[in-house]
C-alpha cells in the first residue's frame, strides 16, 4: 500500500519526522505475516478467522474476506481502500464452490497419485503456490 504525503507529518509514536511529497509504503506481507497478530501466519488454519471472529464479537464484521484492517492491508487502508474488493472476493468464493462441486482435484508425483502428508505449501513472491515438486490433476464430475 502506497501514499505519497500531501504535507508534512510527524509520526506521534515514534517522532519520526517526514516531509511533503515523500512516498511511503507500508509492509503489508510482514504485517499479514506478524507471529504476534496471527499466530503460526504461515500454517494453513481454515478455522484462523472463524475463531477470530468469535473472540472478538464486536469486531467480527470487518473480520472477513476482502477485510481492509491496519493488520490486513491486501486491499489497502482507509478512503482509498479498493473498492472492487468485494467483487474479487465473491468471484472468488463463486469460483471455489464451482471448483469443489463440479471438479475432482489431486496431487500426482511422476503420474501416480500422491500419498504422502499434506505438502508444505510454496511461496512466490506474495503468492502462495502449490508445492512446485507436485502436479495437480482436475477432472471433471
Ligand atoms: C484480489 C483482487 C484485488 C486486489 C488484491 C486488489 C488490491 C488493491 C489495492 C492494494 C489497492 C490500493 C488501495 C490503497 O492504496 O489503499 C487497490 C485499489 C483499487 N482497486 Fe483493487 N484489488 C483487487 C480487485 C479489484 C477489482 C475487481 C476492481 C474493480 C472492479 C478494483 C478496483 C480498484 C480501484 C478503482 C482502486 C483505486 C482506489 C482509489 O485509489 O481510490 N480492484 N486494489
Excluded at 504485517?31 to 475463531?51: G, K, M, Q, S, V
Amino acid at each position: 500500500m502506497n501514499r505519497i504525503l500531501t504535507q508534512d507529518y510527524t509520526f506521534k509514536c515514534s517522532g519520526l519526522k517526514l516531509p511533503k511529497g515523500a512516498m511511503i509504503t507500508a509492509p503489508a506481507a510482514a504485517i499479514a505475516t506478524d507471529p504476534e497478530t496471527f499466530p503460526e501466519p504461515n500454517t494453513f488454519d481454515e478455522h484462523r478467522y472463524l475463531r477470530l471472529r468469535e473472540q472478538h464479537k464486536e469486531s467480527s464484521r470487518s473480520l472477513v474476506l476482502g477485510m481492509s484492517t491496519i493488520d490486513s492491508l491486501g486491499f489497502g487502508l482507509g478512503n482509498q481502500a479498493c473498492p472492487g474488493r468485494f467483487l474479487a472476493v465473491n468471484n472468488l468464493k463463486l469460483m471455489m464452490a464451482k471448483l469443489m462441486a463440479e471438479w475432482d482435484l489431486s496431487l500426482e508425483s511422476n503420474g501416480q497419485k500422491f500419498q504422502g502428508p499434506r505438502p508444505s505449501m510454496e511461496y512466490n513472491d506474495f503468492s502462495v503456490v502449490p508445492p512446485s515438486k507436485l502436479s495437480i490433476r482436475v477432472t471433471k464430475n
